[in-house]
């Protein structure tokens, strides 16, 4: 979907689309909240972004379903599989409007680039 104009916050951006289509975003705005309570919400490449100790999550909206970004490599094997069904081009996930969002897949994710940027963060106290 194409915006009227970039949205200066998320929640502008969840303002420009349809009451059915708000209400998604804001629970996985919920969700990702709640898997990372110390994350910072800002607008990156004019969409909603998360941020912990560099990018963490992006989601956005388009006309048929819902983009989550970025492609998440890693969790067991129950986790691969579960996102395995909404992976897109590129390794990012596509949750179709038509069918219930996955909204327990998501937090598992977030958590999951949560301990991968804390990770990271961590070798790099360490080297200097």
Known sequence: MKLKRAARDIDEYIGYFSPEVQVILQKIRATVRKA?????????????????NGQLVYFAAFKNHI??????IGGDQKFKKAKSAFEGPKGNLQFPLDKPIPYGVIGKLVKLRVKQNLDKARVKRSRK
């Open 67 to 72: 983009g989550f970004y970025p492609p998440v």
């Open 36 to 52: 990372a309570p110390h994350a910072q919400e800002t607008i990156s490449y004019q969409i909603p972004a998360f941020t912990l």
